[in-house]
Structure formats: structure tokens, C-alpha cells
């Protein structure tokens, strides 16, 4: 018989992470608060659950996708309150970048009713999530990463287990981090080219096989029209947003605090994404992240 898995979270990333786990032979329950997501879910194979409690009744695994901490503590603990309410045999995979300190709440309240919890954030982008290669970085019992690989299998390509309740998000934190720095610097680079007359496919060519490659140049180009399939091709469309990658790197800097760390090249990368966001009196927050190109073409 097929395993069950609730699913809580179905946007650009948890839609088709979902998908991913019907094609491989489970019973996904779908839940979301916005209706067209449920629906798409539907399409993909999915069952629609009309309530939280309807959705983890007698699953196995628990899976959320959620855009932040608050969220996340509302449907384990203090709304729905699902670890009252699940299995408890069931496993509970929250793959949200949360605060680590969410991460370990939801952790130590699972632990009061005998519920195991691991913290999974993903990296990988809408990309991975839809070619199933995310890469999952796990907080928890090793013993409970070991038993989340049955289902986190199929939908990513890479496991690590990072350490106890909460080290996922700190991994996630510091990758995402690098990430927003090395974007920066590669469209600032690019920008630079152009602006004295080289043709960016050329220059993008040039500094893939030098020492400048890096994965944003590689994988996710960030000035339009040189890679296809990536969201500068797309006018930034769908992809990782530009809010959250300000939640991301909010976060690291609210580690950074806690913890002492000096991080001067994360806390410019935050502040060039918000003075990004709203650059020219734009919202570009719904914009993927990589268009924080338009920052630094003088043109916009």
C-alpha cells in the first residue's frame, strides 16, 4: 500500500515537490490557503484536503513548504496545532528557510508528544524543485534524516544531515548568504562589461572557464537574453523571489547577531537588495532575485 504524505505549502517551490512525490507512488494530501495552488496540485495528482486535520489524519509523513517562521509555528503549535494531531508514527519534514530558533521549537514540541521533526530546508530554486535535484539540508536525530531520505529521495538529489534541531536552517542561512553575494557580484561584473562595450554572452563565456565561474554565472545567469530557461529570460518571472531573499538574508543577519559573527559582505548584500526592492518607486519584490541586475544598469 502506498505511503501517505501530507502536503502544507504548494507554491513555486512545494507545487512541484509535491508533483515529484505522486510520481514516485505516494498518496499526497494537499493543503493550501490559496485555492488556485490546490487546484494545480489536483492536476498534478494530488488529493485536496479541506482541512489541516483532514490532511495529516493517518499519514506516514508530514512535509511543509512555508513562507516563514510564524507560519510554520502556527500549523505545528499554537493554531492547527498539528503535532497534537498527527500519527505518532508519522514523521514530520518541514522544509521552510525558517529561523533556526523556529526550527528548534517546532523541534522541542514535537519531542514533548513523542513526534519526530526534522528540519529540511532545500536548496536549488523553482528549477530543482521541478527536476527533483534539490539539495536538503537536515537538522535533527540522524536517525530521523535517515528516515526522511524515503521521501526527500524524490525530490531532491542531495541529503545532508547538518546536525541537531535547527543546524538545517543555519546551513540554509549561510548558503543563501553566499548566494545573494555572488549574484550580486556576477550581474556587477556583467554590468561592467557591457557598460564598455563587451557583448555579455561573450564576457559570460570568458569568466565560466576563468576564475570568476561561479554557480549564478553557470546556472542562473542573471542579465537577459544570455541563458535560456532562467528567469532574466523571462522578464525575472517566477523562479526564488527578491522577498525572499530579503527574508533570507534577514535571517542571517539575526544570526549573525546572536551569534557575534562579523559578516560585512552579507550585510551589504541586504542592504543592496533593499534598496533594490523598490528601486525607481518599483515593488520589485515578486521579482526573482536574480533581477537585482536592474540595480545596476544605468538605464533603469
Known sequence: MAKTVAFFGLGNMGGPMAANLVKAGFQVRAFDLVPASV????KDGCVAAATEKAAVEGADFIISMLPDGAIAERLYIDGAGLLDLVNPAALVIDCSTIAAASSRRIGSEGKKRNIRVVDAPVSGGVAGAQAATLAFMCGGAAADVEAAREVLKHMGANIF?????????????????????????TAEALQLGVDNGLDPKTLSSIMLKSSGCNWSLEKYNPYPGVMDNVPASRAYQGGFMVKLM??????????????????????????????????GGDDNTGLDFSSIQRLFDAGV
Not at 542592504?271 to 523598490?278: A, E, F, T, V
Open 39 to 42: 487546484q494545480q496540485a489536483v
Open 161 to 185: 544531515h547538518a546536525g541537531e534541531s535547527g543546524a538545517g536552517q543555519i546551513a540554509k542561512i549561510c548558503n543563501n548568504m553566499l548566494l545573494a553575494i555572488h549574484m550580486i557580484g
Open 246 to 279: 530579503q527574508k533570507d538574508l534577514g535571517l542571517a543577519m539575526g544570526a549573525a547577531l546572536a551569534s557575534h559573527s562579523s559578516t560585512p559582505m552579507g550585510a551589504l548584500a541586504n542592504n543592496l537588495y533593499n534598496l533594490y526592492s523598490h528601486l
